[in-house]
T-cell receptor, first 117, second 111 residues
Framework: AQKITQTQPGMFVQEKEAVTLDCTYD???????LFWYKQPSSGEMIFLIY??????QNATEGRYSLNFQKARKSANLVISASQLGDSAMYFC??????????????FGKGTKLPVKP | NAGVTQTPKFRVLKTGQSMTLLCAQD?????MYWYRQDPGMGLRLIHY???????AKGEVPDGYNVSRLKKQNFLLGLESAAPSQTSVYFC??????????FGPGTRLTVL
């Protein structure tokens, strides 16, 4: 079973509108972290936002917010007031565990999001 | 502050050739990682390191070796390249289990 599922391989949003990108995850750990990264056409991976499993409030970073529903194991990214520069692939990722020697991220397959003027 | 840098940015190899990809970070991060990205697959972990002199296997380690002789550098080696190793390779680093910051990637083609 996939640990990170992004059910929307592609979608689009109109400039200035809000959009929600879906992410569900699967883990038996109590402590874990959830991340969203943006990959524009230039190829670099840009960190957007982080949510810890014990964080009670949803994370926000400027126009980005994370709708964290722990019981449903979902961590959807909300982008408000979309801009043309938001056009990119968006990846959801999970880090399992709170110690030990790992810390590696498990990535979903991504959602391609063009922003239309 | 350069963050995470990768050398080279592009490379074309013939089957059976060897090469080394260099990752360098100037953030004094303990953890470093090598991922590969294939179309429609997201990123998958090849190897990682939690400190100087230590390395460990990730999800797809076969055909690759790594070394972490200095804290700021993490090298990924391909001893005998195969067409299946055609991919984009990303290096990342983090302070412990915190956010991972990625390099710009290396696009490798194996003919």
């Amino acid at each position: 079973a996939q640990k990170i599922t992004q059910t929307q391989p592609g979608m689009f949003v109109q400039e200035k509108e809000a959009v929600t990108l879906d992410c569900t995850y699967d883990t038996s750990d109590q402590s874990y972290g959830l991340f969203w990264y943006k990959q524009p056409s230039s190829g670099e991976m840009i960190f957007l936002i982080y949510q810890g499993s014990y964080d009670e409030q949803n994370a926000t970073e400027g126009r980005y917010s994370l709708n964290f529903q722990k019981a449903r194991k979902s961590a959807n990214l909300v982008i408000s007031a979309s801009q043309l520069g938001d056009s990119a692939m968006y990846f959801c990722a999970m880090r399992e565990g709170d110690g030990g020697s790992q810390g590696n991220l498990i990535f979903g397959k991504g959602t391609k999001l063009p922003v239309k003027p | 502050n350069a963050g995470v840098t990768q050398t080279p940015k592009f490379r074309v190899l013939k089957t059976g050739q060897s090469m080394t990809l260099l990752c360098a970070q100037d953030m004094n991060h303990e953890y470093m990682y090598w991922y590969r990205q294939d179309p429609g697959m997201g990123l998958r972990l090849i190897h990682y390191s939690v400190g100087e002199g230590t390395t460990a296997k990730g999800e797809v380690p076969d055909g690759y070796n790594v070394s972490r002789l200095k804290k700021q550098n993490f090298l990924l080696g391909l001893e005998s390249a195969a067409p299946s190793q055609t991919s984009v390779y990303f290096c990342a680093s983090s302070r412990g289990l915190g956010t991972q910051y990625f390099g710009p990637g290396t696009r490798l083609t194996v003919l």
